[in-house]
């Protein structure tokens, strides 16, 4: 079980800094700006390492589908299940979209 938290840790650390990445001059209001946004709390322009924490730690607790305050492999599976058709769903919105604007 701790192999497994210690994995779920290491992907929140190392997904981090695409999550965090300056756009570089891009749409400001865009996807990365949003979430940068949502991860400074306090909003002064920086993630302390709480709220970097604070945010690994609510995504924790909701793979941790019984709250007994460890990831199951089961659970681990349905939280990756549940991403991948909450990508899918995006993915065919966007299709749909694109169709429906003719490009």
Known sequence: MKK????AAALAVLGAPS???DNHGGDKGGKKGAMFEKHDTNADGAISKAE??????ARFDKMDADGN???SKD??????????EKRKERK?????RKDASGE
């Open 4 to 7: 497994l938290f210690m994995f």
């Open 19 to 21: 999550a965090f990445a």
């Open 52 to 57: 970097f924490l604070a945010h690994a730690e």
């Open 69 to 71: 305050g460890e990831v």
């Open 75 to 84: 659970e681990a599976k349905a939280a990756h299940e549940a991403k991948r």
């Open 92 to 96: 065919e919105k966007r299709k749909e």
